[in-house]
């Protein structure tokens, strides 16, 4: 056994309490296990994937370690539009990096078996389906498109090139999420009704206000390029490359960006194939900076009952100016318990509280207004209806897990994509699943930009 499976197992005898028999099967850290097994295995040079990473920014920088962290991984090119992102890219990768402003000079290399694409949200898509139709295995940052109307042709494309694709949500390859869903499948809350999500921020990098090289101009970004696949005619402001979030012309605002994630983390644990019915309210309440989309949004959504789960709402939010501090938090809320699972996917705790069989009598309620016999009469009654037993609040134990401290979802993500490439498996986040989890997050814009309720048809994906 290696160390570091030693390793994990003892961990997890501390960290994990599984109180129930049904609730203790250990399938999904055996997978874990299995995968770090495998990653610890030699890969032969022809088993060797060659990577690209188009949009070096921020994201891109860390998808790329994520994906050099899995074996038989080699970065062979880089492609971004600001030139001190190149630069960067062979300090920190290599001197004998390829680079390129230019995509399609990396679609067209024969060399290059698949490519990260992390650019901002515009060019999400576009880049994707030019990619798979090149032959290339494509790892899209979320969400999968800018506008609800890029989604279809993306998964039809899919379908056709029978790419290997995956949309870059990593809670969902997270072992605390993929436990709670086994949990939540075994019944550990009763019937979902609903779920609160949210996150909660307070510092200016948090709301997107990211540092500005000194050198940011036409001279050493590509703007037209980044003006995307509509070519917007717009002057050059730097606010508006390296803050490309703070406007919706090139991002997809709080909803594109972090309810995608909520959004993403409830469709793996219930199953849903999404909502029917989506609202939101929004503001730009505190960061007037000339963003032109909220920094504090709230969204309600339905799920109508179907055969994968009960009927829920969800109520969503991100706050950005929260006197809370940091905070990302999903409630999963049952009949007989809530699942409440902390940050990305580093863990969980499942509180159980059932509902007594006995409806209850006295207290706050209109029995002591009654006359005294009354009550008496009451009483009796009650007790001879409901047995001690049926009087009783159930307060079941509860569950609380931690993924390992040196588990990474992210790590996890990019492996499960170049498995699917190396053994053909279906990867964990399909275009479908990644629209369906896109889809509702852009239409909480549509609803607050339009100020209506927008109504969506999950099944076959389209707008009603
Ligand atoms: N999965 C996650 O948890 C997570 C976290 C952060 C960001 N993201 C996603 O990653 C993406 C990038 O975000 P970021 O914070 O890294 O942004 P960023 O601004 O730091 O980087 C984006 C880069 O894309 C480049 N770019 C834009 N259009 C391009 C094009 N046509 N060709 C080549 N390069 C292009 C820009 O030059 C820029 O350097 C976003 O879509 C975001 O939603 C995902």
Sequence with gaps: MSSNRRKFIKQLGSTIMLTSASLASFAEVEAYEKRKLFAEKRISPSDKIRIATIGMGIMGFNDTRAALAAPGVE?????????????????????????????????ARKDIDAVIVATSDNWHSQISI??????????????????????LEEIWVQKETKAVFQVGSQRISSIAFKKAKEL???????????????????DALGAWQYTIPLDASTQTVWWDRFQGKEKLKLAYESNRFFRWRNYKEYGTGVAGDLFVHLLTGIHFITNSRGPDKIYAIGG???????????????????????????PFQATLRVNFISGEGDRTVTKIIGSEGVIELSGEGEGFTIRKNKLPAAPGIGGWDSFSTYPEDMQKALMDDYNKKYSAADQQRVQLPGVTFEAPADYSAHNEHLANFFDAIRTKKPVVEDAEFGFRAAAPALACNDSYFQNKVINWDANQMKLK
């Excluded at 630069?87 to 990396?106: L, M, P, S």
């Excluded at 494509?138 to 989604?151: L, R, W």
């Design 130 to 151: 030019e990619a798979m139709r090149k032959g290339k295995a494509v790892y899209s940052e979320k969400p999968m498109v800018q506008s609800i109307s890029e989604g």
């Design 75 to 107: 970065l062979v090119a880089v492609c971004d539009l600001y030139q001190g992102r190149l630069q960067r890219a062979k300090e920190v990768f290599g001197i004998g990096i390829f680079t390129t402003n230019d995509y399609k000079e990396i679609l």
């Design 284 to 310: 730009t309440y505190y960061w007037k900076d000339g963003r032109n989309v909220p920094d504090v949004m709230s969204a309600v959504i339905n799920y109508p009952e179907t055969p994968e789960h009960a």
């Design 184 to 202: 939540y499948q075994a019944g550990a809350i009763g019937q979902i009704n609903s779920v609160e999500a949210a996150f909660n921020r307070q």
